[in-house]
């Protein structure tokens, strides 16, 4: 049962993603420090707001779906476990490209630590594919 469960909440993550993603692509390249002025995409809200729904919820979903089945193998979640880890990687790696140079240190700080999740759940994706491995040859 923990299964399904988790593989919904990675499918579920890796959708608000890929939409989170799609906003961003479409809002473009964010000039000026003012927010009347900020472009935004499809998804009518303020930046934190939306990064905090469809960045950090998925975030979270994806961690918790490894830890509520660390015991149980799966290659099916290991995967969508990476892709949502590659998703959050190449999202970030994205919107430092889009920006190019015009981000406050304190900006490419955050980057950074997003970039870091990513990876964590990249790791841990890896490390439910390497579990779901041994078992199958043991």
């Not at 988790?6 to 608000?16: C, H, K, L, N």
């Not at 961690?63 to 590659?86: D, H, N, Q, V, Y």
């Not at 015009?102 to 594919?129: D, H, T, Y």
Request: charged letters at 15%; hydrophobic letters at 50%; a positive charge.
């Amino acid at each position: 049962m923990a299964l399904k469960v988790a593989i919904v909440m990675s499918a579920i993550s890796i959708a608000m993603l890929a939409v989170y993603g799609a906003d961003v692509m479409a809002a473009g390249p964010q000039t000026g420090n003012s927010n009347d002025n900020q472009k935004t995409g499809f998804l009518q809200m303020d930046s934190s707001i939306r990064g905090s729904i469809f960045g950090i919820v998925p975030s979270a979903m994806l961690i918790i779906s490894f830890f509520i089945t660390r015991k149980e193998p799966s290659k099916k979640l290991g995967i969508l476990i990476i892709i949502g880890g590659a998703l959050i990687i190449i999202g970030t790696v994205v919107i430092l490209g889009i920006q190019g140079g015009q981000l406050p240190s304190r900006a490419v700080r955050e980057f950074g630590a997003v970039l870091g999740i990513g990876i964590i759940i990249a790791i841990l994706g890896g490390l439910k594919i390497k579990k779901s491995t041994k078992v199958a040859t043991a």
